[in-house]
């Protein structure tokens, strides 16, 4: 696989993705007590609305992960040969 | 040393959702227990309320929210199937129990066998309706069942398009006695439904598809009974739909051979009681091109 682009280039964009923000995190910031793990549902005016479209949210989120890490593990080894590794001289 | 571990407690929440993967790892399980599996996961050797989760997380996910939020409010196991059950019974599939669910949608049939005498034993109700197909209970099981239910269809898809209420009911009620309303729960027994091999599996399309089936037939066995209860009150609705079988016959015969045909397109007479004179009809094209003269005219 060659896209066309350099090993720092690779580097350099993951390094440039940004934090994941679900909406399950945003409830849990705004709605849990200070020395709390999580907040109680149905309490702390956390409306239903809201976690239906968190969970809703969480299910794409971990579908697309698990979908990526399928995708990962189905990938065909690639043979690297113009790179040593000095500890593996053999 | 209650203190100092509720403090160790309460620090140890504190620096976990200080770190944003961390707070996402909190998240995510704190809303969606389940988040690991996946639709097609198989859930044959899962606990039963495991698999009602896991059936509530994909075709009703909103009821998977309150459930997950009776979960934290620590409600006993029993009061959660309980509540289980309540609520996608309320949302209009019958659960009794959540052990249930592992079969595929719970469907609720209503139908009754015309053509079995020991249905009359249950609904000697349906007796004049019967009577008034032409069908003797005497005869019951040399009927025709096939050709008896072309005819109900005929008849219940054309009082379908007429506008009086009392009318349109009634074509519930032979829906529902001639088993032809096309809805698999009004059609068909216990039994009929048994003998299918396949269950209706949970996903969110049959989900929908079975609380319209519900909804369906509930209505239909409410049209029914108030159909049955005019007709007591109003015997000459037996005769009018007696007089118009010849009508359907003919139109039957004409049309053999043809792939489809629909009760709509017959011309039928169903008197109109509050006026006193002939209700709506509905055109028949094809039985007025049966006359001989048609195109001389």
Redesign the interface.
């Known amino acids: 696989m060659n896209a066309g682009i350099s090993l720092e280039g690779l580097r350099d964009s993951i390094a440039q993705l940004q ?2 923000e ?1 909406k ?2 945003v ?3 705004e709605h ?1 007590s ?5 907040p ?3 309490q702390n005016g956390i409306t ?1 609305e809201s ?2 479209e ?3 949210e ?2 794409e ?3 697309t992960c ?1 979908s990526v890490a399928n995708r990962l593990a189905d990938l065909a080894p690639v043979s690297i040969k113009a790179f040593s590794v000095l500890e593996y001289g053999l | 040393m209650i203190h100092e571990l509720a403090e160790a ?3 140890l ?2 620096v ?2 200080s770190d ?1 993967f961390l ?2 790892i ?3 399980t ?3 227990p389940l ?2 599996q ?1 639709d097609d996961h198989e859930i044959d050797d899962m606990e039963e309320m495991e698999q009602a989760l896991h059936i509530l ?1 994909h075709c009703m ?2 009821l ?3 459930t ?2 009776k979960l ?2 620590g409600m006993d196991r029993s009061s959660l199937e309980n509540f289980v059950c309540g609520a996608v019974t309320q949302k209009g599939i019958p659960l009794d129990y959540i052990d249930q669910m592992r079969f595929g949608i719970p469907l609720t049939p209503v139908g009754v066998d015309f053509d079995d005498i020991d249905t009359y034993e249950h609904h000697p109700e349906f007796l004049p309706l019967l009577d008034a197909f032409g069908v003797k209970l005497e005869d019951i099981d040399a009927v025709d069942t096939r050709n008896i239910r072309t005819r109900a269809r005929l008849i219940s898809e054309n009082l379908y398009h007429q506008s009086d209420p009392d009318w349109k009911k009634v074509g519930s009620l032979i829906d529902w006695v001639f088993s032809c309303s096309g809805n698999t729960l009004i059609d068909c027994t216990d039994e009929d439904l048994s003998e299918m091999q396949e269950p209706l599996w949970w996903d969110s399309e049959n989900v929908a598809l079975a609380i319209e089936m519900h909804d369906e037939a509930d209505l239909c066995l409410d049209e029914s009974k108030a159909a049955l209860a005019w007709l007591q009150d109003h015997p000459e609705g037996l005769e009018i739909i007696t007089a118009n079988l010849p009508t359907v016959i003919e139109y039957i015969e004409a049309n053999k051979g043809k792939a489809q045909f629909h009760g709509s397109k017959i011309s039928l007479e169903w008197a109109n009681r509050h006026a006193g004179h002939a209700g709506e009809t509905v055109t028949a094209p094809e039985l007025l091109q049966l006359r001989g003269d048609a195109d001389q005219a």
């Open positions: 934090s994941i679900l399950a995190m409830l849990l910031r849990r200070p020395g709390q793990f999580t109680r549902i149905g239903r976690i239906i968190a969970v809703g969480i299910r989120y971990t579908d698990q | 407690f309460g620090m929440a504190d976990v959702n944003p707070e996402l909190t998240a995510i704190w809303l969606d988040w690991h996946s997380r996910p909103e998977y929210v309150d997950i939020g934290h409010e």
